[in-house]
């Protein structure tokens, strides 16, 4: 079984139950959001030069137009802004996630309620619940290392194999 060492980070604002032990924090990064800007930006442009619009010097002069179009018409600097204040914390026994732009958002969920977990490309992580539910923990660094981590604690907990 994986040993997981506890993470001296911040704590929590949702109280911590007793023997519970904070393991590991993520909050999103914006340069990985940033990526993800960027590579949906490059592949409107490969495709619409894949479609005969654009010759190779237009589809150049295109990238960061359409970046910045899929940022601010598409709304994802909106989402960006929506995301910036969560945090997930992994403890021993849940995962809490807290959004200081909206504490009324704020759960815990616990770790023998996480069905599976899946990396998003490598900006997010993907986790499915035992009640059919999904949720995502997004623009964060390392989201297998994250995986790894959640499947650890949520092994340690339940006293079940971790594959």
């Known amino acids: ?4 060492k506890p993470v001296p980070a911040r704590i929590p604002e949702t109280p911590m139950l007793d023997g519970e032990t904070l393991l590991a ?3 999103p990064r914006f340069w990985l959001f940033a990526q993800r800007s960027l590579l949906l ?3 409107t442009a490969l495709a ?7 010759v190779w010097w237009q589809w150049l002069l295109a990238l960061p137009v359409l970046t910045l179009v899929y940022i601010f018409v ?5 989402t960006w802004v929506r995301h910036r204040g969560e945090r997930w914390y992994l403890t021993s026994m849940r995962l809490i996630f807290e959004n200081h732009e909206s504490p009324e958002d704020h759960a815990a969920i616990p770790l023998a309620s996480v069905a599976w ?10 986790l499915g619940l035992d009640s059919g539910t999904a949720t995502s923990i997004r623009y964060i660094p390392q989201p297998r290392e994250a995986r790894r981590r959640i499947l650890a604690a949520r092994a340690a907990a339940t006293g079940e194999s971790d594959a």
């Open 1 to 4: 079984m994986t040993q997981v």
């Open 25 to 27: 924090r993520w909050q």
């Open 41 to 43: 930006g490059f592949v």
């Open 48 to 54: 619409l030069s894949g479609f005969g619009f654009l």
């Open 74 to 78: 598409f709304d994802d600097l909106a």
């Open 117 to 126: 977990a899946k990396p998003w490309f490598w900006w997010s992580l993907r």
